[in-house]
């Protein structure tokens, strides 16, 4: 008789596999390296019917997508035995965060069916109501009333949908980020009884909240109200998770700040596959800098371009690529593509779209990241196997990575200092091939990604043991 096989349900959040990126390249990447364990995904979208990105490896055995904020299909058909009992116990859990009490999770979650979608009864049942009223007369009075019953509508449906989704039946939970999807691995967990794995490349909440301070759509309390409801769901998470890791130590410190036990946490740093990006360096006439990532907003493709006019006015052999997709966000490309004309650009700067970054490895002379956000990006691991050296704006893991070479490091949208960084490696060839050796012996002994997945294996394996009550 054949041994049962291990089987994880992987919960994510607007990323894999109908969005490109870091994460989804990684979550890609288990799946495939791991062969042994059956995998399914079970995924929250922004869309329905959304184009796979990657051809699923063939022990993915089930896929199932919810839209957040929407009722899922055949919402509504299971409500809750005793609505009332059900309402006075979100109201005790709303006291107990309020309070910065650890609130009892296994009690909501056993009085929430899974299938239930609980908007009508927190908009109708007198308990409900009186507390989105409480909560605008307290939090939100300068503003009308329907601004603030909006703002907590949007909020709340998106809960709903994670709240209630039927997850798939798995001996491990492995979410992928705090959010929605910690949300949905939660119920998971306290309904199916088994243990859950959070992984975070960045940190959800940081990173929610920088957006909301950026947009003008969300005004007045509403700011206040979304960020509280992020950074109380990963208090959450981190309170009820089985076991978490971080991909450095920084953020794990982050972790332990909002209450994350310190032995349930490690640090698992990425990893890329080094034999395939040790590529023989075949040098080009000029100088040649690359981006490799999205033209989208949060790579700040636009200051990349501005960093390039500057290098360009002092070196005019100078080349630029900016090596990625094009179509996540056309309006930005557009603008992108705008500047480079207006900056007069358009004969020494290429966007390539789509390509096998190896290729262009070969001969590029720097790598540059100008993103205002970024966990650890694999990009400049597997540009120090090819021998290219980076400058980079200050993010995440990347200064680490950088050997905390302030020469190389820049502060978000400074053009200026990024191309300094890059003229330093113009100016000094000598020492270009000293960073070369230092960074490929770097990737050899801590992110060969050979040794990372073996230790995810181990983890499941460990995990798969832990008995939740």
């Known amino acids: 008789m054949s041994e049962k096989r291990l089987c994880v349900c992987i919960i994510l959040e607007g990323s894999y596999p109908y969005i490109t990126g870091g994460v989804s390249a990684w979550v890609h990447d288990l799946i495939k390296n791991l062969p042994e364990i ?28 919810i839209l957040v904020g929407v009722p899922f299909e055949d919402a509504g058909v299971k409500t809750p035995l005793r609505g009332l009992k059900l309402m006075k116990e979100i109201f005790r859990f709303h006291k107990d965060m309020k309070e910065n009490k650890n609130p009892e999770m296994d009690r909501l979650f056993d009085m929430i069916p899974e299938g239930c979608y609980l908007n009508l009864l927190a908009v109708k049942s007198r308990i409900g109501w009186n507390m989105i009223v409480d909560g605008n007369r307290k939090n939100n009075p300068l503003y009308p009333f329907s601004d603030y019953y909006w703002a907590w509508k949007s909020s709340h449906d998106m809960l709903f949908s994670a709240l209630g989704a039927p997850a798939p039946e798995a001996d491990i939970y492995h979410a992928v980020s705090t959010g929605f ?12 009884h088994k243990p859950l ?8 909440h940081k990173e ?4 909301i301070r950026k947009t003008k759509i969300v005004k007045g309390y509403q700011r206040d109200m979304w960020t509280k409801i992020y950074n109380k769901i ?12 971080a991909l ?5 410190q982050k972790q332990l700040e909002l209450g994350a036990p310190a032995e349930k946490t490690e640090v698992i740093p990425n990893g890329i596959d080094v034999e395939r990006f040790t590529v023989p360096r075949e040098p080009r006439e000029g100088f040649h800098v690359g981006l490799v990532g999205r033209v989208v907003p949060i790579k700040d493709i636009k200051t990349f371009i501005s960093t390039c006019k ?7 052999e100078a080349r630029f690529y900016c090596i990625g997709p094009t179509d996540e966000d056309p309006a930005y490309y557009e603008d992108c593509k705008l500047l480079v004309a207006n900056l007069k650009l358009e004969e020494v700067f290429e966007f390539t779209g789509r390509q096998d970054v190896r290729d262009y490895y070969k001969f590029l002379d720097v790598l540059l990241l100008t993103s205002v956000r970024e966990a650890q990006p694999l990009v400049f691991l597997e540009g120090y196997c090819a021998g290219v050296p980076a400058v980079s704006t200050i993010v995440g893991n990347v200064p680490e990575l950088l050997n905390y070479d302030n020469r190389f490091l820049a502060p978000s949208r400074d053009a200026s200092k990024l191309a300094e ?7 000094n060839p000598d020492e270009v091939e000293i960073l070369r050796k230092k960074n490929y012996q770097k990737v050899l002994n801590f992110y060969d990604k050979k040794d990372l997945h073996s230790r995810y294996r181990e983890m499941y394996a460990r995990i798969a043991e832990i008995r939740v009550e």
């Open 208 to 211: 929610r909240e920088m957006e």
């Open 197 to 204: 794995l959070l992984t975070e490349h960045g940190l959800y």
């Open 234 to 245: 990963s208090e959450i998470c981190y309170a009820h998770a089985d076991h978490i890791t």
């Open 310 to 316: 500057i290098v360009a006015d002092k070196v005019p």
């Open 38 to 65: 059956d995998f399914k995904l079970f995924t929250i979208s922004p869309e329905p019917n959304q184009p796979l990105r990657y051809e699923l490896p063939p022990n993915v055995i089930e896929c199932r997508d």
């Open 181 to 192: 999807a910690g949300v949905a691995a939660l119920a998971a967990r306290f309904r199916h």
């Open 421 to 427: 960084g890059i003229m330093t490696l113009y100016n």
């Open 248 to 252: 450095f130590e920084e953020n794990r």
